[in-house]
């Protein structure tokens, strides 16, 4: 087990950017993991669609890495797949894009569909993104309209959880508190959510609740 390393200077540091990791899952929680690497634990943020593709803890885990470095802050992001981080990567060169806004969209929407509203110019399906507004959206289809081509990596579906759905119901919701929401928002959220769906699938609930969430 191991990761993948590309060695670049910074302030006179040599910095290891780490572009994959394959490991250990020692904890997972809807947007955030950690990976343990020959006995050293990464943490990493992942978008909410990654959490229900997880093993169950202890088991191996493969993730894709982008790594952030800023002045006060070196961050791990993962994801199931290369067109993903590609996407994830393209996000953040968008002028007024960070990396948590960039995470929040690719929470909120798979990877096709997002580059599929981008592509499509649907400023609407953007703006339902906590966090982007009109503006943002415009930005989006302006700058990476011509730069994406479509999407046709799969993201390895979830298992069925309706004998659980109790703790996928938390899972969803401990992800809306992650967002910002308040629990009793989260709560109300997904109880609308869920009601007279048929399917009550981790990624398919959270990305309704994540609409009605206030």
Same mark, same amino acid.
């Given at each position: 087990?191991?990761?993948?390393?590309?060695?670049?200077?910074?302030?006179?540091?040599?910095?290891?950017?780490?572009?994959?990791?394959?490991?250990?899952?020692?904890?997972?929680?809807?947007?955030?993991?950690?990976?343990?690497?020959?006995?050293?634990?990464?943490?990493?943020?992942?978008?909410?669609?990654?959490?229900?593709?997880?093993?169950?803890?202890?088991?191996?885990?493969?993730?894709?890495?982008?790594?952030?470095?800023?002045?006060? @802050?070196?961050?791990? *992001? #993962?994801?199931?797949? $290369? &067109?993903?981080? /590609?996407?994830?990567? +393209?996000?953040?060169?968008?002028?007024?894009?960070?990396?948590?806004?960039?995470?929040?969209?690719?929470?909120?929407?798979?990877?096709?569909?997002?580059?599929?509203?981008?592509?499509?110019?649907?400023?609407?399906?953007?703006?339902?993104?906590?966090?982007?507004?009109?503006?943002?959206?415009?930005?989006?289809?302006?700058?990476?309209?011509?730069?994406?081509?479509?999407?046709?990596?799969?993201?390895?579906?979830?298992?069925?959880?309706?004998?659980?759905?109790?703790?996928?119901?938390?899972?969803?919701?401990? @992800?809306?508190?992650? *967002? #910002?929401?308040?629990? $009793? &928002?989260?709560? /109300?959220?997904?109880? +609308?959510?869920?009601?007279?769906?048929?399917?009550?699938?981790?990624?398919?609930?959270?990305?309704?609740?994540?609409?009605?969430?206030?």
């Amino acid at each position: 087990m191991g990761g993948q390393f590309d060695g670049r200077m910074k302030s006179g540091i040599l910095l290891y950017m780490i572009s994959h990791l394959r490991g250990v899952l020692l904890e997972k929680h809807p947007n955030q993991v950690v990976v343990d690497v020959n006995g050293v634990g990464y943490d990493v943020t992942i978008p909410v669609s990654v959490f229900s593709s997880l093993p169950e803890k202890d088991g191996e885990v493969r993730l894709y890495i982008h790594t952030h470095v800023r002045e006060d @802050a070196f961050s791990l *992001f #993962g994801f199931l797949n $290369a &067109a993903d981080k /590609a996407l994830f990567e +393209k996000l953040i060169g968008v002028s007024g894009i960070g990396p948590k806004l960039a995470i929040t969209a690719l929470s909120g929407l798979t990877g096709a569909d997002l580059v599929a509203a981008i592509r499509g110019g649907q400023i609407e399906a953007l703006v339902r993104i906590p966090g982007v507004g009109k503006k943002t959206a415009e930005r989006m289809i302006l700058e990476l309209r011509d730069k994406l081509g479509p999407v046709t990596a799969e993201r390895p579906g979830a298992s069925p959880a309706a004998s659980a759905f109790a703790a996928t119901e938390e899972d969803v919701i401990s @992800a809306l508190l992650n *967002f #910002g929401a308040t629990r $009793a &928002a989260a709560e /109300a959220a997904v109880t +609308k959510a869920r009601s007279g769906q048929e399917s009550n699938e981790f990624d398919a609930l959270f990305r309704r609740a994540l609409k009605l969430v206030r």
